[in-house]
């Protein structure tokens, strides 16, 4: 397991000093447990320009208010099939809205969503609106502070409210070395 994170890291160093990322979505997939709690019209990926993909998510929740919720995000590494890797984190929402941490790892990945997301409100949660996540497009500083090796990964997201599993979101990506890296692959 050292050696795992060992070499995780010396990954994330060598992309740094010999070249950039490239990232992008490939695909996504929403799935909801209680169609009657929350329905999810919107799922999908739009083209926004040459090379340039943005995620689109629109949940409409029907039962309010939202007095407790929690996220778990986990990440996976595509090797023969998707397998865990680095991250397994259960978060409390309210908590968090109140009290961010920055020394979370959910708090970097919500900050790189946070221009993209109306989701910015304490519990419990009383708005009339849907949440809706709008042309999130990966950028290459988004995984700058994260190593990790090329590959291909999925974002689990479960969404948990009133301590019932509620819906899961899967957003795949690929993140490559640039092509004029020195980077030797690893195998």
């Known amino acids: 397991m050292k050696f795992a994170l060992i070499s995780v890291l010396l990954a994330g160093f060598l992309v740094a000093a010999f070249g950039g990322i490239r990232t992008r979505h490939t695909n996504i997939k929403c799935e909801t447990r209680d169609p009657s709690y929350a329905e999810v019209p919107v799922c999908r990926l739009n083209v926004l320009g040459r090379g340039i993909i943005g995620a689109n998510v629109h949940i409409k929740v029907s039962q309010l208010p939202i007095r407790k919720v929690s996220i778990n995000f986990s990440v996976f590494q595509k090797l023969s099939g998707y397998h865990p890797f680095l991250f397994n984190v259960t978060v409390d929402l309210c908590h968090y809205m109140k ?50 090796p090329k590959g291909n990964y999925m974002f689990k997201i479960k969404i948990i409210s009133e301590g019932v599993w509620r819906g899961t979101i899967y957003s795949y990506m690929d993140v490559n070395a640039e092509d004029n890296t020195r980077i030797i692959p690893s195998g």
Do not use: E, W
């Not at 790189?112 to 910015?120: C, E, G, Q």
């Open 99 to 148: 009290h961010p941490n920055p020394y979370n790892v959910f708090h970097y990945f919500y900050g790189a969503m946070l221009p993209f997301i109306n989701v910015n409100h304490t519990c419990p949660i009383n708005v009339s609106h849907d949440i809706i996540l709008k042309d999130f497009v990966l950028n290459d500083q988004m995984f700058s502070r994260v190593a990790g």
